[in-house]
């Protein structure tokens, strides 16, 4: 059999309930000359057997089973099995429209981009559309692939750092030898994007088809999973990769930023959900970042005045800070009550 145009990878771990119906949008797509591998990554609940259930549905079903590695590992394991020309990839509880890769495919074909993206939204356990939670950009058309990291250090969408809104040449992994990073659990899907994107275009499509699956208890539904610090880490490495490049300064900056934002943000949730102190000594070993960038933050020209003070007193004390802004958070509401 000749090799097909498009690999597409789902990885398959705990989401026994859910990948019949991930499994079936995939083979509904329009464009049917395409692989799907379920890499399936040691999960304890029966999603082994159902994959090969399902395999025995489709002649472009194939099954591979792995010890439990992480969501990283499982990729990585589908990329190097992969015969395609394109590759994408497809979370094992989410659901996709049917013209979804067709769609991307011909954007490919007609800008002669080496990937292509789209909007997404957020679906619940019933499949229901979760309101208010897309997966958007400012602006569509082709443009240079690593402008999609800047649009989220400026607005915080994540259009661009992700894996699965898009088609990727898979020539850009194979020839570049890029592997996700099997130490993360949280943004293994983006770690390595800033390589790939590195001097390629994207064509960049409004139309929303892919659906991303929220789950109670899932580990990006949770709170504040302490795994989320692996963002830290990946933004930092962006931040440094972005450092060694003089003709990114405008990039670099916008990382600082956004590295700060994160912080700040990360450890409120974390005190909103009560693990705060549980995660503190994984905080603080990521806090000699942020020291670090301190000067650069006060002369930054993306951050307002109270915000570099801000700045400056969680860097003396995030503890009394965090704990001084939920005081006059509390009294601004009662006020205004």
Not at 251 to 266: D, G, L, P
Request: net charge negative.
């Amino acid at each position: 059999m000749p090799n097909p145009t498009i690999s597409i990878i789902t990885s398959v771990y705990n989401a026994k309930d859910y990948l019949p119906r991930t499994v079936a949008s995939i083979l509904a797509q329009t464009f049917t000359d395409f692989e799907l591998l379920l890499v399936e990554d040691g999960s304890p609940n029966g999603c082994g057997e159902l994959c090969d259930e399902l395999a025995k549905t489709d002649p472009r079903i194939r099954v591979f089973h792995k010890p439990n590695g992480g969501p990283a590992s499982a990729s990585n394991m589908g990329l190097d099995n992969a015969r395609g020309d394109y590759v994408g990839f497809v979370d094992s509880d989410d659901l996709i429209e049917p013209t979804m890769y067709e769609t991307l495919l011909n954007a490919i074909r007609d800008s002669g981009a080496a990937i292509a993206a789209c909007a997404g939204d957020a679906i619940d356990e019933q499949d229901a559309l979760i309101p208010g939670q897309t997966v958007a950009l400012r602006q569509y058309g082709k443009i240079d692939a690593m402008a999609l990291i800047l649009e989220t250090f400026q607005t915080g969408s994540f259009y661009g750092p992700l894996s699965w809104n898009k088609l990727f040449d898979i020539r850009l992994f194979r020839e570049r030898k890029i592997h996700y990073d099997e130490t993360l659990l949280f943004g293994d899907d983006a770690s390595v994007l800033h390589l790939v994107f590195e001097g390629q275009q994207a064509i960049c499509l409004p139309d929303t088809l892919y659906h991303y699956r929220t789950r109670r208890g899932s580990i990006t539904a949770a709170a504040f999973p302490p795994r989320k610090l692996d963002d830290l880490r990946m933004y930092w490495d962006w931040l440094q990769y972005f450092a060694a490049q003089p003709q990114r300064q405008d990039y670099y900056r916008w990382a600082q930023v956004w590295y700060w934002r994160t912080f700040y943000q990360f450890w409120v949730l974390a005190g909103e959900a009560g693990n705060q102190k549980e995660l503190k000594e994984g905080f603080f070993a990521h806090k000699k970042h942020l020291d670090s960038l301190l000067p650069d933050l006060l002369r930054s020209g993306q951050l307002s005045a109270g915000e570099k003070l801000r700045a400056v007193l969680f860097c003396i004390s995030p503890t009394l800070t965090y704990g001084a802004a939920r005081c006059w958070g509390r009294l601004c509401e009662h006020r205004k009550g």
